[in-house]
């Protein structure tokens, strides 16, 4: 199973990249996901978590993750060394920043960046979906493009395809 | 069929949509929300033909539900915890007028100490009010439930108020891949609702009047008698439904390596997905451990359960229930239902998650561990004889 | 069938299981028992006044006023005595009485 914990903050759409990651995995035949929010009453702004699940079986365990194969930030103000606890051995940290990091756990992009200039708004969820698709193997271009024609309002479509995908080239070109 | 990813709540409105209510009242109410939101953007759009009815409260969302019934519309409601205590007065007239409204119920703790989140000491502290009450493992079981429980609840032979439970939060807001049938398969699946007793004008009758000494018995009896009669409704709404939707059930329980089971473990609810996982675990190691998931707590499962751990060393109940000052609720039925079928074996009761504590695998684990003790009685999870918690 | 304006007691009371329908739903007008035990003041409707206009009825919520030669009567096995029809009397036709 794969586990992705998702950090953002109240309005930023954090849930909705955690959603629409287990819609993606989820749209071919033998494939489970499971993805919920951090139970409870949120403000915008506040700190949040949301999770997604992973497994080519069915999901039993309905509990929030602990270890995570994946840790995402939205918001960097929310990383910190804490976020290191909560992976599994070979876990990553996918980190949306203007900084550079070394640590070879920290894939980073400036995903503000690509919001700013696409989606002409610093919210920065689907980007951060278009950058986890290129470290993980089981979401293709063409998941990312069904599932926000499927799932999101047709007029927001257009451009959150094109700023997911504009972060996958990011992050590939790095590699 | 088109393969959906949806929250709990999600599923069972679209099951309810497939289900064409004719009248919805309902009160929102934190987890069931969702439910009433979807199910008002369906009739604002067209999708559901429905009468929309927005009340003041769960106790005139539950009077309007009957009026609709009574006038021979299909009708429906949901609630949730306080929401459910506070219709508890109609609850007992809806099954006693016999009328066969369909309530989604998201188990959530009750107060005080207020909260929010999971556990299921509201529906069970309504066992017998005389409705049925059935309690779904996953999503897309919530969305099969729905089409089922009007089939049933309109069966003439039963005739009776039916209630889907769907555990807060980790049920009605988790997202998962459920299957949405078609309108046509829905139609085929389930009758148009004829009631034998209704405000007709070619047929005038009296609804709902008093019965006093004499006849009131007789009246009980036969309410009695029409929710028993649910166990082999459901039976042929199963076998109906798996030849439409292809999906099977399997009555009022779920059994899970229950053959040559040592230690069974009874559960309630969407907890099944973990304690099969947790089973699997325990049989690689050679635990012979097993599971019994209670779908029905009314008409109550006693054959099959005691069927189920005839050959078994031990037996634990784990629910999200306690009736203050004996046990839980689930674990006092079980008990009960080995004792008519002579079976004597060592029974504990596991009470966790209440107000939504997570239960993890490793819970799972320690209850067939603790079950091998021989203990009889009721244990608090995370709570120790020092007077320690688990945080 | 038979359309009465008041209700009626059944002549013949069910003593088995069968003759009861499944739920407490009989055919329209059809009681078990009389229900006025506790009825402490009685509406008397003065036949002269009276003019037929069927307010009463309307308002009844027992359903114990019925029409008769053009006017109204009361049922008595049923009436509880509320005193509403006497309320919405405009010609104070309706007069309550001390139960004795």
Known sequence: MTEILWHGRG??????????????????????????????????????????????????????????????????????????????????????????????????????????????????????????????????????????????????????????????????QEK | MARKFLSGNEAFAEGIRLSKPQVISAYPITPQTIVVEKLSEMVENGSLKAEFIHVESEHSALSCAMGASAVGARAFTATSSQGLLYMAECLTYAAGGRFPIVMMNANRSTALPWNIYGDQRDSLSQLDCGWIQVYAKDAQEALDLALMSYYVAEHREVSTPFM???????????????????????????????????????????????????HNSAFKYKEHVG?????????????????????????????????????????????????????????????????????????????????????????AVLEKDISFGYEGTVYTNVNSALQKAGISLPTVNFIGGLGGKNISGEDIEEIFEELKEGYRGVKFMGIGGDGQWRR | MVMHMKPCLREHIPSKLSELPEAPAYEAGYLVTKNAGWRSVRPVIDREKCVGCLQCYLYCPDGVIYRKDGKVAVDYDFCKGCGICRKICKLGAIKMEEER
């Open chain 2, 164 to 214: 889907v439970n769907l555990d807060g939060f980790v049920l009605t807001h988790t997202y998962e891949t459920v299957d949405v049938p078609t309108e046509e398969q829905a139609n085929r699946f389930l009758p148009a609702f004829e009631s034998d007793h209704k405000l007709d004008l070619d047929h005038p009758c009296n609804l709902a009047f008093s019965a006093g000494p004499e």
């Open chain 2, 227 to 315: 929710i028993l009669k649910a166990k082999g409704v459901v039976a042929q709404a199963e076998e109906k439904f798996a030849e439409i939707f292809g999906r099977e059930y399997t009555g009022l329980t779920e059994n899970y390596r229950i053959k040559d089971a040592e230690y069974v473990l009874v559960t309630l609810g969407s907890i099944f997905g973990l304690a099969k996982e947790t089973v699997d675990r325990l049989r690689e190691r050679g635990q012979k451990a097993g599971l019994i998931r209670i779908r029905y707590m009314r008409p109550f499962p006693a054959e099959e359960i005691a069927e189920a751990v005839r050959n078994a060393k031990a037996v």
């Open chain 1, 11 to 172: 309005g930023q759409g954090a849930f909705t990249a955690a959603r629409l990651l287990g819609a993606a995995y989820a749209l071919h035949e033998g494939r489970y996901a499971l993805a919920f929010p951090s139970f409870g009453p949120e403000r915008r702004g506040a700190p949040i978590r949301a999770f997604t699940k992973l497994d080519a079986r069915p999901i039993g365990d309905r509990s929030e993750i602990e270890k995570a194969d994946f840790s995402i930030f939205l918001d960097d103000t929310l990383f910190g060394e804490q976020a290191f606890s909560q992976l599994k051995p070979n876990g990553k940290i996918l980190l949306n920043t203007k900084r550079h990091w070394e640590d070879p756990k920290i894939v980073f992009l400036n995903a503000e960046a690509i919001a700013l200039e696409i989606l002409g708004l610093s919210i920065t969820n689907t980007v951060m979906l278009g950058a986890f698709s290129a470290v993980f193997d089981g979401i293709t271009s063409d998941d990312i493009v069904e599932v926000i024609h499927e799932n999101m309002p047709k007029k927001l479509q257009e451009k959150n395809i094109a700023a997911a995908l504009a972060a996958r080239r990011a992050i590939l």
